[in-house]
C-alpha cells in the first residue's frame, strides 16, 4: 500500500481517505505504469549482405559492400537497442554466412520478429543511383513502404521505389522481411558519401531505425 501511494505521491492520509475501489483503481493505474515501462519494443533480425570472401557488389568495384552493409547494420543494431528492440544479427563480423542460414537464423528468432537485409547496389552503368527497398510476401510492403520513405527522405538520393522481388531470403522467410538497397556504390558521389562518411552512414542507420519503429512496435 506504501509503495503504491508512494508511486503516486499521495500522503498517507490521502490514499487512507480513498474508498476501497478507488485503491482498487489507483492499484491497476499503477501495475498499468509498470507494465509500460518494462514493455519490450518488438524483436529485429538484422541481416548485413554478404560478408567473408563473399565482398557483393560487381567485380573490381571501388568501394566494398559487404564492409557498408555491416557499418550501417551495427549502427541500425545501436539504434534499435536504444528503443527498446531486441536485435539478432546474422551476422555481426566479416564472416560469410550461406544465404539458407540468413533465414534459419530468422526463423528460430523467437518473438514474431520481422527480417530487415542490408545491402548496396551496384550497376555497370555507373551513372545508376538511388534508393531500393524491396519485399516479396504482401505483409512485408508496410514495413518496406515506412522504411524506404524514410531513407529516401534522409540519403538525399533518387527515389527508385518499393519493389517486389524474389530474394532468397525474402521468399524462403515466413518473417515480414525487407531487403533495402541504400545507393550505389558504383556511382562516384553516391558511392563516395556512402563510403567515405560515417554521418551519412549515421543518417542512413537513422532512417532505417526510424521506419522500422514506425512499423514495429
Ligand atoms: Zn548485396
Given at each position: 500500500m506504501h509503495i503504491i501511494s508512494s508511486l503516486f505521491s499521495l500522503p498517507a492520509r490521502v490514499w487512507n481517505s480513498l474508498g476501497a475501489s478507488s485503491r482498487c483503481f489507483a492499484v491497476s493505474l499503477a501495475l498499468v505504469a509498470a507494465g509500460a515501462l518494462n514493455l519490450r519494443a518488438g524483436t529485429v533480425v538484422l541481416d548485413p549482405g554478404h560478408g567473408g570472401y563473399d565482398p557483393g557488389g560487381?567485380?573490381?568495384?571501388?568501394?566494398s559492400e559487404k564492409a557498408a552493409a555491416l557499418d550501417i547494420a551495427l549502427r541500425v543494431r545501436a539504434g534499435l537497442l536504444a528503443r527498446g528492440h531486441r536485435v539478432v544479427m546474422?551476422?555481426?563480423?566479416d564472416v560469410f554466412v550461406e544465404l539458407s542460414e540468413r533465414v534459419a537464423i530468422s526463423k528460430k528468432t523467437s518473438g514474431s520478429p520481422v527480417f530487415v537485409s542490408i545491402h548496396l547496389n551496384s550497376s555497370p552503368n555507373t551513372g545508376a543511383a538511388g534508393v531500393e527497398t524491396y519485399h516479396y510476401s504482401s505483409k512485408s510492403a508496410r514495413l518496406a513502404r515506412a522504411i524506404h520513405q524514410q531513407v529516401v527522405a534522409a540519403a538525399?538520393?533518387?527515389?527508385r521505389g518499393v519493389r517486389r522481388a524474389r530474394f532468397y531470403v525474402l521468399r524462403h522467410n515466413k518473417r515480414p522481411s525487407v531487403l533495402l538497397e541504400?545507393?550505389?556504390?558504383?556511382?562516384?558521389s553516391e558511392g563516395a558519401k556512402i563510403a567515405r562518411s560515417a554521418n551519412h552512414r549515421q543518417k542512413l542507420a537513422n532512417a532505417v531505425v526510424a521506419g522500422i519503429c514506425s512499423v514495429v512496435r
Open positions: 560487381v567485380p573490381r568495384q571501388r568501394y546474422t551476422r555481426a563480423s538525399g538520393s533518387l527515389d541504400l545507393g550505389f556504390l558504383t556511382n562516384a
